[in-house]
């Protein structure tokens, strides 16, 4: 069976941050995932994870200003020198975290600026974070959003991510192949995650629509998992959805996953 993480910026919003982390473990996760850690001191976050018993297995670099609807800003060539300020903050919390990986978003297409330098922008920084991050052993990964829910993201399918990567040229860089993205835009689940399993370091799931825990959509998640072990897919996989009720009364999927 999969190994699941609560994400905890989707996940127990009713209570601070630092309390989500005792939350998760309280619903019997081992590890957790968030978007932005930055905000509280590293040794903060540590303890609180330490102290609940749950690893960190993921968390976002810096991604511009959330607030004002950026989405990341690994694309834009006038932010380079940002993003590469952020990947060194975000190299001090994976080793305060002893975190394996960290999540880089692409970023949305300004006007004006060509896709080829867009392209070459997000490579070289994609590059420069593979770097800065392999000496510790971490992986850095890419994610596409659904353009949907994000119209411009620059990154909202798996070939184009997957020819990013490859542009890159560093083993240890990776898909994060986010379940609820890929059925908005592409469907072809199973099939896609057998392609490109060496690709990929990470999953996050919702169900669609309404990006809420799985079994409230049209998304095969049972036939999912089994496959997911079938292929031996072998790494986590984020709880990244908007719980339909209370976060403690939407795990019904996994509870039912763990008797079978
Ligand atoms: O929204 C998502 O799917 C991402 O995983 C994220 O980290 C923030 O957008
Ligand atoms: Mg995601």
Redesign the pocket.
């Given at each position: 069976m999969p190994r699941f993480a609560a994400?905890l910026?989707f996940l127990f919003l009713d209570r601070p941050f630092l309390e989500r982390f005792a939350a998760a473990a309280a619903c019997g996760f081992k590890a957790v995932e968030f978007?932005f850690p930055y905000e509280f001191p590293p040794d903060e976050v540590a303890a609180a994870a330490r102290e609940a018993g749950v690893a960190v297995v993921l968390f976002?670099f810096p991604?511009g200003n959330w607030a004002v609807g950026e989405?990341g800003i690994a694309c834009l060539p006038e932010r380079i020198a940002e993003f590469r300020e952020g990947v060194a903050r975000a190299a001090t919390w994976a080793e305060s975290l002893n975190c394996p990986r960290v999540?880089c978003?692409a970023g949305l297409r300004p006007e004006g600026i060509t896709e080829a330098v867009l392209r070459d922008t997000l490579v070289d920084n994609l590059r420069f974070a593979a770097d800065a991050l392999a000496g510790a052993g971490r992986q850095v990964l890419l994610?596409p959003?659904n353009s949907r829910d994000?119209p411009r993201f620059f990154v909202d399918r798996t070939v184009p991510a997957l020819a990013l990567l490859d542009a890159a040229g560093r083993s240890n860089l990776f898909l994060?192949y986010?379940i609820?993205?890929a059925q908005v835009m592409e469907g072809d689940l199973a099939l896609t995650l057998m392609r490109n399993l060496p690709w990929v370091g990470h999953i996050?799931l919702a169900d669609n629509p309404g990006r809420h825990e799985p079994g409230t959509g049209e998304i095969n998640f049972p036939f999912l998992f089994r496959h997911l072990d079938a292929i031996g897919y072998q790494g986590w996989i984020?709880c990244?959805y908007a719980p339909s009720g209370r976060s403690e009364d939407s795990f019904g999927w996994l509870d039912a996953l763990m008797r079978t």
């Open positions: 994400n910026s978007h976002n991604a989405r999540n978003l994610e959003l994000t994060q986010d609820y993205h996050q984020g990244e």
